[in-house]
């Protein structure tokens, strides 16, 4: 299923490898804990328990997990940056996101401030996480995105575009984010 050509060794176990690699795969993508994953393969008849899901994920979850990332979307040249507002418990706070033009959520970060440190925090995790700059960058008219971009113009063609035909923002405001990465041993 998700690996054709395994280098993980399944020998001494139980189940087939697809059912492990299965099991795995729905802690790691879907947030699910291990009682839930064992619920849902109970309903398919499959009965094993949440300590041997628990051990699965301890032995074969990182390698599952970097076959993940691997396959990962790559992020497309024109990414869409937007800044929404959000009020928790009364106070307000500003949503940060970024989206690349397949509308592919990039990133997002919650700041309490809409301003040129906060841009530069998204803008420094976006570069982190993906290890590059895009062509383009589409935003609204707020001038903290220039100003947090103009330090890491690096002279590769990228620029900063403001206001590309004014519109409001896409509909990835409304979406929810990516799920969890499994990058952890228990």
Same mark, same amino acid.
């Given at each position: 299923m998700l690996m054709t050509k395994s280098r993980l060794s399944y020998k001494r176990h139980r189940f087939p490898p697809e059912i492990i690699t299965h099991a795995v795969w729905l802690y790691c993508r879907f947030n699910l804990s291990f009682r839930e994953v064992e619920e849902m393969f109970l309903e398919r008849g499959i009965d094993v328990s949440y300590e041997t899901i628990r051990r699965w994920v301890v032995k074969f979850g990182p390698a599952i997990a970097r076959e993940l990332?691997?396959?990962?979307?790559?992020?497309?040249?024109?990414?869409?940056? +937007?800044?929404? *507002?959000?009020?928790?418990? +009364?106070?307000?706070?500003?949503?940060?996101?970024?989206?690349?033009?397949? +509308? *592919? *959520?990039?990133?997002?970060?919650?700041?309490?401030?809409?301003?040129?440190?906060?841009?530069?925090?998204?803008?420094?995790?976006?570069?982190?996480?993906?290890?590059?700059?895009?062509?383009?960058?589409?935003?609204d008219n707020l001038r903290s995105y220039s100003a947090?971009?103009?330090?890491?113009?690096?002279?590769?063609?990228?620029? !900063?575009?403001?206001?590309?035909?004014?519109?409001? !923002?896409?509909a990835w405001a409304e979406t929810g984010g990516p799920g969890r990465p499994c990058s952890q041993s228990a």
């Amino acid at each position: 299923m998700l690996m054709t050509k395994s280098r993980l060794s399944y020998k001494r176990h139980r189940f087939p490898p697809e059912i492990i690699t299965h099991a795995v795969w729905l802690y790691c993508r879907f947030n699910l804990s291990f009682r839930e994953v064992e619920e849902m393969f109970l309903e398919r008849g499959i009965d094993v328990s949440y300590e041997t899901i628990r051990r699965w994920v301890v032995k074969f979850g990182p390698a599952i997990a970097r076959e993940l990332r691997r396959r990962q979307h790559q992020p497309g040249d024109i990414w869409h940056l +937007g800044e929404v *507002v959000v009020t928790i418990k +009364g106070r307000k706070f500003w949503l940060w996101r970024a989206v690349d033009q397949n +509308g *592919v *959520v990039l990133d997002e970060i919650l700041q309490s401030r809409r301003n040129t440190a906060a841009a530069k925090r998204l803008l420094a995790r976006l570069m982190k996480r993906h290890g590059r700059t895009p062509k383009r960058f589409i935003t609204d008219n707020l001038r903290s995105y220039s100003a947090a971009r103009r330090p890491t113009r690096n002279g590769d063609g990228s620029k !900063l575009r403001r206001n590309l035909q004014k519109r409001p !923002l896409p509909a990835w405001a409304e979406t929810g984010g990516p799920g969890r990465p499994c990058s952890q041993s228990a």
